[in-house]
């Protein structure tokens, strides 16, 4: 079956970074929608970064504009998420996760356009 399997989280001052990777295996990785979404306790699980794997277009959420890259390397079937100058209320548990494109190979980020999805890796950032 499909699998993304997250790596890369951990603990870290605020200021800092990390790079998550995500691999993925047995999934049309060539033209997908791929994203990075995280959920805080108590809170939904939303989108942070959607890539189209089959062009360049990347979406960001407006709260990680600027600090955060979604990038991807299809020969590799991975996709990272750079996160810089990194914020306290960046910590979360951050998922990767797959999905079908919509009409005119457009990507959602939404929660509920995505079908696939990795265990989660924790990002925790410190004052």
């Known amino acids: 079956q499909v699998q993304l399997v997250e790596s890369g989280g951990g603990s870290v001052q605020a200021g800092g970074s990390l790079r998550l990777s995500c691999a993925v295996s047995r999934y049309t990785y060539s033209s997908a929608c791929m994203g990075w979404f995280r959920q805080a306790p108590g809170k939904e699980r939303e989108g942070v970064a959607i890539?189209?794997?089959?062009?360049?277009?990347?979406v960001n959420a407006d709260s990680v504009e600027g600090r955060f890259t979604i990038s991807q390397d299809n020969a590799k079937n991975t996709l990272w998420l750079q996160m810089n100058s990194l914020k306290p209320e960046d910590t979360a548990m951050y998922y990767c996760a797959a999905g079908p494109p919509s009409a005119g190979d457009t990507c959602s980020s939404h929660r509920s356009r995505y079908i696939y999805w990795g265990q989660g890796t924790q990002v925790t950032v410190s004052s």
């Open positions: 890539t189209y794997t089959g062009g360049s277009s990347t």
